[in-house]
């Protein structure tokens, strides 16, 4: 619960010459727009005293909603509901750029982009090593 959070805490993300968005991100369900919407005004109890920015926004939080892993039973309403400011970006687009279906050769030693990452990841592999 949002009570339980300290406001002294969420104060300096919450200023009044800051600027936030609200971004909506669903497991195994899709929302429309209005859905969306309704669930960013759902927030209105927290004390935005910035202006909302959708292209630069100082600070991003978002919504995300688990409805669970069975797409054949999907619950109305979601079985677990996260809110939380967005920290930082990964490098997930990586992937596709590196994926085996678009490099040129693909040989016997041709490996998943995903798991050629995870494995550079866990061995620490850098740049001329």
């Known amino acids: ?45 927290l004390p ?23 797409p054949n039973n999907v619950p109305e309403q979601p079985l677990d509901i996260f809110f939380g400011r967005w920290i930082a970006d990964g490098q997930r687009e990586l992937i596709n750029s590196y994926s085996v279906k678009k490099r040129h050769f693909i040989g016997n030693t041709s490996m998943d982009a995903c798991l050629a990452f995870i494995m550079a990841n866990h061995a620490r592999d850098r740049q001329s090593t």
């Open 1 to 45: 619960s949002s009570d339980l959070y300290p406001l002294e805490k969420m104060a300096p993300y919450l200023q009044h010459d800051s600027t936030y968005k609200i971004n909506i991100h669903t497991f195994n369900k899709t929302l429309t727009q209005n859905e969306k919407v309704a669930r960013i005004d759902s927030m209105a109890f």
């Open 48 to 70: 935005f005293n910035g202006k909302v920015n959708l292209k630069k926004a100082d600070h991003i939080f978002c919504i995300l909603e688990d409805y669970g892993l069975d």
